[in-house]
């Protein structure tokens, strides 16, 4: 292959589009769309992060300016947590709308992450938002077909794909001209979007960054250009076949729906009716059904705490409660709370299961479709997608476990045995101990982790470029002219 010749064609495509009007008002049309994304997805982080610092520090003062209190008291008066954002999550929404802001803690409960965003909004919300990465994943290739559909059709039309390869131009130096001046087009847009949104994340990241954040970015761009690159490539070669310029671009339209709207939307109702998913109603019934055959930690006469008694006092060789060398009721409840949290943990796991299984037959199409290959690891790479959300929500049970037993720590350790009598003061702890709860911070998932959660994408986009190779070449031998 003769790169000058490659060089000419992909010219001669530039020179040709930018000479039309219409592709000239589609590239403004695409930018300030690309810039309104921007600055809404950045505005709308930047308003969301300071008012979670803001809120997540009012309830920490709160917290520690709690009176003097009973520790099961303040297990129970609870704790708020707000999530953070991914600062790449305003390049890619993915599911943020859907996964709830904040999560009430407290004792021998698991609340759900509650005030989303889409529990908030119209059912226009389902029509999708206006996102950089929706922009790069659904218009441009539209916009690639727009420009390419007739990149070949209309020369062999207009009877000059004779001359052109009478004069020596192969086939496969055609193909690959075609495709590296619709590439050079997109790349008007697509570098500029991308360098803006360098500057804002690292705007939000406060100026400071890690090799590990700064490579998402990079791996971002990187799977787009792959992404750009098959459009092309399917735009090119659907061309060449076509008889006519109007047949191409039927085709590509048809591609297009498909991809974009058929295959996605098919899946996602094919994975829910095939793997249905327990409502939070009947999840919530199902645990406490099982809740209920355990027994009840706050009731000192339960059968099944009672055995858990004898044993201490058997153990400690005393024969009261009231003489063992820490409060009874904290060790209890520390009991009861990994009683429930166990139980808790395992219909979680069930749960998530089926989501796995609603989620596997996306993830098997990912060979298929090439946009939910791109979809999966851009949400993945800005931290928007679902296994983030699953992370937090890990993460967060981890915490409300961690603070009802540091409760119940608290009451063992300092809360005397003794019964009280009538009109005595409850017995409290110190208001100094409310510090002991240390602050949540959440982790992100690591690269490691996030690599083995959107291997089958990654694989797909890479099988495809090959695949896509492999049909260019074994078209530039069996294509026809006429």
């Known amino acids: 292959m003769r790169i000058h010749i490659v060089r000419l064609i992909s010219k001669q495509v530039w020179k040709q589009s930018l000479q039309n009007k219409a592709v000239v008002f589609l590239l403004m049309i695409l930018s300030l769309l690309f810039v309104f994304a921007a600055y809404t997805g950045w505005q709308d982080y930047k308003v969301q992060e300071n008012n979670r610092i803001r809120h997540q520090m009012e309830v920490r003062q709160q917290w520690e300016e709690k009176p003097d209190k009973h520790p099961h008291r303040m297990a129970h008066y609870g704790y708020l947590i707000f999530r953070p954002r991914y600062p790449l999550s305003f390049f890619d929404y993915g599911l943020e709308r859907y996964m709830g802001n904040s999560v009430f803690l407290e004792a021998h409960k698991q609340n759900t992450v509650n005030f989303s965003e889409a529990g908030f909004s119209t059912g226009m919300l389902r029509f999708g938002e206006v996102s950089t990465a929706v922009i790069l994943q659904t218009l441009i290739p539209l916009f690639i077909f727009f420009l390419g559909f007739s990149c070949i059709s209309a020369e062999r039309e207009n009877n000059t794909l004779k001359v052109l390869l009478s004069q020596g131009v192969k086939w496969k130096e055609l193909l690959a001209g075609k495709i590296v001046g619709l590439l050079c087009l997109v790349s008007i847009v697509f570098f500029p979007v991308m360098l803006l949104s360098a500057f804002i994340w690292f705007s939000l990241a406060g100026f400071y960054t890690t090799v590990n954040e700064f490579s998402h970015l990079l791996l971002v761009t990187v799977v787009y250009l792959a992404y750009f690159f098959m459009i092309c490539s399917i735009c090119v070669m659907v061309s060449a076949v076509s008889s006519t310029s109007r047949s191409s671009l039927i085709k590509l339209i048809g591609i297009w729906l498909l991809f974009i709207v058929i295959i996605p939307r098919t899946a996602q109702a094919f994975g829910s009716f095939l793997y249905p998913a327990p409502s939070k109603i009947d999840f919530d019934t199902m ?48 009991e009861g709370e990994k009683i429930s949290s166990g139980i808790y943990n395992k219909y979680w796991k069930r749960q998530l299961t089926i989501y796995e299984q609603q989620n596997s037959i996306n993830n098997s199409l990912v060979f298929v479709n090439p946009f939910q290959a791109v979809r999966n690891l851009s949400m993945a790479l800005t931290g928007s997608d679902f296994n983030s959300y699953i992370s937090y929500q890990e993460q967060v049970e981890d915490y409300r476990y961690q603070l009802a037993q540091l409760m119940n720590k608290l009451q063992m350790e300092n809360i005397s045995n003794k019964k009280q009598l009538p009109g005595e003061k409850p017995y409290t702890i110190g208001r100094d101990h409310w510090k002991e709860l240390p602050d949540f911070q959440y982790r992100f998932i690591s690269s490691r982790g996030l690599f083995q959660n959107v291997a089958a994408s990654g694989l797909s986009l890479l099988v495809w470029g090959v695949g896509l190779l492999f049909i260019l070449h074994f078209l530039s031998k069996k294509i026809k002219i006429n």
């Open 287 to 334: 645990v406490e059904n099982e809740l209920v055959k355990t027994g009840d930690s706050h009731n000192p006469n339960d059968i099944y705490y009672k055995g858990i008694k004898d044993s201490l006092l058997n153990a400690y060789k005393v024969k009261t409660v009231e003489e063992l060398p820490f409060n009874y009721s904290g060790y209890i409840m520390a």
